[in-house]
T-cell receptor, first 114, second 116 residues
Framework: AQSVTQLDSQVPVFEEAPVELRCNYS??????LFWYVQYPNQGLQLLLK??????LVKGINGFEAEFNKSQTSFHLRKPSVHISDTAEYFC????????????FGAGTRLFVKA | DTGVSQDPRHKITKRGQNVTFRCDPI?????LYWYRQTLGQGPEFLTY????????KSRLLSDRFSAERPKGSFSTLEIQRTEQGDSAMYLC??????????????FGPGTRLTVL
């Protein structure tokens, strides 16, 4: 069975500082990995995804994530955050064996301070 | 707008009443998912359809919950005899079976249910 652990429930950071949101997963098969963002009172929006190939993936709004198979991690990073990045971020994993189920982490609340 | 839509956006009901939510997926998507999200948690899988077939239902889902997708397009989620513990955001998502999509799901805005 798959599982996802987001290691920080809240991350406060000052504007223009770098940020890393941590995500670890477990699975007995190969996986696809996703980061979604949820702004207040809005639906989930895909930030980026790892399917195969390069382990460094770039997404929208200047975010990127690195897939580390040996550490079963998929940490999300941004070199300089903006106030508008304040939101809830969810890491998710889906088996790439043709399965459909996607498991989400509990989320990390990013709070960007001026 | 051709995204996933959900109706209603908010529902307040009294304990014991039945409620029904609707989801309209992206038109060319044949996979449809229902999730439940409570405060401070990520979306929790409830059930999944491929076309009109309901292929899996979470073991966490009680018999009071039922979902349908009669013509492989829109879907409804019904909760019978609602309980206060059913209060949550109910999310719908859709995806394509096209190999390039890799199960990327597109989410609707959700229906927030409050059971008094």
């Amino acid at each position: 069975a798959q599982s996802v652990t987001q290691l920080d429930s809240q991350v406060p950071v000052f504007e223009e500082a770098p940020v890393e949101l941590r995500c670890n997963y477990s699975s007995s098969v190969s996986v696809y990995l996703f980061w979604y963002v949820q702004y207040p009172n809005q639906g989930l929006q895909l930030l980026l995804k790892y399917l195969s190939g390069s382990t460094l993936v770039k997404g929208i709004n200047g975010f990127e994530a690195e897939f580390n198979k040996s550490q079963t991690s998929f940490h999300l990073r941004k070199p300089s955050v903006h106030i508008s990045d304040t939101a809830e971020y969810f890491c998710a994993v889906s088996e790439n064996t043709g399965g459909f189920k996607t498991i989400f982490g509990a989320g990390t609340r990013l709070f960007v301070k001026a | 707008d051709t995204g996933v839509s959900q109706d209603p956006r908010h529902k307040i009901t009294k304990r014991g009443q039945n409620v029904t939510f609707r989801c309209d997926p992206i038109s060319e998507h044949n996979r449809l998912y229902w999730y439940r999200q409570t405060l401070g948690q990520g979306p929790e899988f409830l059930t999944y359809f491929q076309n009109e077939a309901q292929l899996e239902k979470s073991r966490l889902l009680s018999d009071r919950f039922s979902a349908e997708r009669p013509k492989g397009s829109f879907s409804t989620l019904e909760i019978q005899r609602t309980e206060q513990g059913d209060s949550a955001m109910y999310l719908c998502a859709s995806s394509s079976t096209w190999s390039g999509s890799r199960n990327e799901q597109f989410f609707g805005p959700g229906t927030r249910l409050t059971v008094l």
